[in-house]
T-cell receptor, first 114, second 114 residues
Framework: GAVVSQHPSRVICKSGTSVKIECRSL??????MFWYRQFPKQSLMLMAT?????????EQGVEKDKFLINHASLTLSTLTVTSAHPEDSSFYIC??????????FGNGTRLTVT | AQSVTQPDIHITVSEGASLELRCNYS??????LFWYVQSPGQGLQLLLK??????LVQGIKGFEAEFKRSQSSFNLRKPSVHWSDAAEYFC????????????FGTGTKLQVIP
């Protein structure tokens, strides 16, 4: 079955630094990838939608200069949290779709900013 | 406004007992409806979906869900719960059609006791 690999699974960084999270579709071409943020005991909130080769579409309230999304190839999208602060600590999950197919989710990245 | 609601934050059932998780939505038409399951620290797995047709849909792992238009509901059921079913369950709705941009409910955490 379709597999989405998300890396790293956990990352701890210091306040003010940037951290990059990768989302890869291993056995299919992901024309669209989605990035979500999940706070403890809460639901997933869609942050942005990225289509290969074009700029990401951010949801209202999401700072695009802070959460940089790049979808340079059909198998890789990256989310970079720039100048991270403790309030950015969260669980980030990506999902990928091939031409409107069912979403396949990565296993998430636990980001802790100290 | 478009929304999806899961009234139960936490449910505890005994192993072997039946299960019903509630989901209601608010929308002027019939949206696409999904149930996902999330194990701790993991991504989401699609259990089942409803687009149209038969209102009782079967999914993986022995789950089923019934769409009731009159009640704007899409409740998830399982006749006999196994300990491995303990997880967080999310109802999700696509108001724009397809699998793509979905809105997740707040989730219901299922605990299974021996």
């Amino acid at each position: 079955g379709a597999v989405v690999s998300q890396h790293p699974s956990r990352v701890i960084c210091k306040s003010g630094t940037s951290v990059k999270i990768e989302c890869r579709s291993l056995d299919f071409q992901a024309t669209t990838m989605f990035w979500y943020r999940q706070f403890p005991k809460q639901s997933l909130m869609l942050m942005a939608t990225s289509n290969e080769g074009s700029k990401a579409t951010y949801e209202q309230g999401v700072e695009k200069d802070k959460f940089l999304i790049n979808h340079a190839s059909l198998t890789l999208s990256t989310l970079t949290v720039t100048s991270a602060h403790p309030e950015d600590s969260s669980f980030y999950i990506c999902s990928a779709s091939e031409g409107g197919s069912p979403l396949h989710f990565g296993n998430g990245t636990r980001l802790t900013v100290t | 406004a478009q929304s999806v609601t899961q009234p139960d934050i936490h449910i505890t059932v005994s192993e072997g007992a039946s299960l019903e998780l509630r989901c209601n939505y608010s929308y002027g038409a019939t949206p696409y409806l999904f149930w996902y399951v999330q194990s701790p620290g993991q991504g989401l797995q699609l259990l089942l979906k409803y687009f149209s047709g038969d209102t009782l849909v079967q999914g993986i792992k022995g789950f089923e869900a019934e769409f009731k238009r009159s009640q704007s509901s899409f409740n998830l059921r399982k006749p006999s719960v196994h300990w491995s079913d303990a997880a967080e369950y999310f109802c999700a709705v696509s108001f724009s059609g397809g699998y793509q941009k979905v809105t997740f409910g707040t989730g219901t955490k299922l605990q299974v006791i021996p």
